[in-house]
Nanobody, 125 residues
């Protein structure tokens, strides 16, 4: 069982930055791909980025490439999302997710077994 708790969301102006954190419980964090998804009002949840167990491999949605950076610290059971050059279209609830064990980096929500409660990010124009 893995429990995930996100933090770091908030209100920021266009062009600003935020750093999201996700703290995980359980002993299997370091053996799981981790991902971030987001959901805007009235829209479906969408993939943002994922990172491999070691942190060596990542996959980004085209919409955030060059602006967002994912990282993880297995010693702290944590994953982070640095978001720069934020745009109003980045507004939404951001969810941290832990994939089932022994799969590759994936952008499919079906590959993730555990989800946090989400943290709100609002980018004002």
């Amino acid at each position: 069982q893995v429990q995930l708790v996100e933090s770091g969301g908030g209100l920021v102006q266009t062009g600003g930055s935020l750093r999201l954190s996700c703290a995980a419980s359980g002993r299997t964090f370091s053996s799981r791909v981790m991902g971030w998804f987001r959901q805007a009002p009235g829209k479906e949840r969408e993939f943002v980025v994922s990172v491999s167990e070691s942190g060596a491999s990542t996959r980004y949605a085209d919409s955030v490439k060059g602006r967002f950076t994912i990282s993880r610290d297995n010693a702290k059971n944590s994953v982070y999302l640095q978001m720069n050059s934020l745009k109003p279209e980045d507004t939404g609830v951001y969810f941290c997710a832990a994939a089932r064990q022994f799969i590759s980096v994936t952008d499919s929500a079906n590959g993730y077994d555990y989800w946090g409660q989400g943290t709100q990010v609002t980018v004002s124009s």
